[in-house]
């Protein structure tokens, strides 16, 4: 197993497969890296993949500091220069979308070259002036708020919630796979990541992103409109934006073989409409 440690004492796990080309899979809220275990499987054939845990998530070490996106960032960046990688494509997958957008706030493009956006809003909570935030624009600071304290008082009430609003699809043996994995989350870490999302505004962040981007949404997803994506592309020159038809928040498990086939794509050919 490999470790490295962070500028602030946290180890933070990480998986290195294949050779080339380098590429870091970076998950959202709650989850792990072997949401991509499928993607470090059939990309590491020809480039090399990093997937990791973020501080406080999977197997890295848990810790009741450091909890926000600025040092989520920070982490990023120190995974890079550990590895000592140049030209890397991120792809982040909702809140690692915010980790690379609050990556650029701190360090601009530096060792940057390619971007994936997956189903995220560059912010999530809605008001009157701004309905493209979380679930279809149906959430409030109010609502925000109210979820902070129940995450509080009792995450895995939360957590229920949570899973039924993002895949309601799920039987009963998969409500219970996903519940106990939850289960593994430590409040402390999610309340701090919640607080953190629900403060954050990346909207002129977009218009920063100068390198090829790719932005995948799902075309199901009760989390966030294909208006949403279509704004993301619009303020991100030299974009494309991917639907994926029939899927939901989590349409990189949904579709693998699709969505390593496009990520292939925009890695040999870029942005080019012919391709993608």
């Avoid at 998986?15 to 059939?42: M, Y």
């Avoid at 926000?68 to 979308?97: C, H, K, P, Q, T």
């Avoid at 008082?153 to 309601?168: G, Q």
């Amino acid at each position: 197993m490999s470790f490295f440690i962070t500028s602030d004492n946290v180890n933070i796990y990480y998986e290195i497969k294949g050779e080339g080309f380098p590429i870091i899979f970076i998950h959202g809220f709650t989850d792990n890296h072997n949401c991509f275990r499928i993607q470090q499987r059939v990309l590491s054939k020809k480039y090399k993949v990093i997937t990791y845990d973020l501080r406080g998530h999977g197997i890295s070490e848990k810790v009741d500091y450091g909890l926000n996106l600025e040092r989520f960032a920070l982490d990023l960046r120190e995974l890079i220069d550990y590895l000592e990688l140049e030209g890397v494509m991120l792809v982040g997958w909702s809140m690692g979308v915010s980790i690379i957008l609050e990556y650029i706030n701190l360090f601009d493009l530096e060792n940057i070259s390619k971007i994936c956006i997956i189903d995220k809003s560059p912010k999530i909570i809605n008001d009157s002036n701004w309905k493209l935030g979380l679930y279809r624009g149906r959430y409030s600071m109010e609502d925000a708020l109210k979820d902070l304290k129940l995450i509080n008082n009792n995450w895995m009430d939360f957590a229920e919630k949570f899973i039924k609003i993002m895949v309601p699809y799920l039987n009963e043996s998969q409500f219970k796979i996903a519940m106990d994995k939850m289960n593994t989350n430590s409040p402390n870490v999610m309340y701090s990541m919640w607080k953190s999302m629900i403060e954050k505004d990346y909207r002129d962040t977009l218009s920063k992103i100068k390198v090829p981007t790719l932005i995948i949404f799902g075309e199901k997803s009760t989390f966030y409109s294909i208006d949403t994506a279509n704004y993301i592309c619009s303020n991100i020159c030299n974009s494309k934006l991917v639907v994926f038809e029939n899927c939901t928040h989590l349409l990189v498990n949904e579709n693998p073989i699709k969505f390593n086939n496009i990520i292939e794509e925009f890695i040999q050919h870029g942005i080019d409409k012919s391709y993608i």
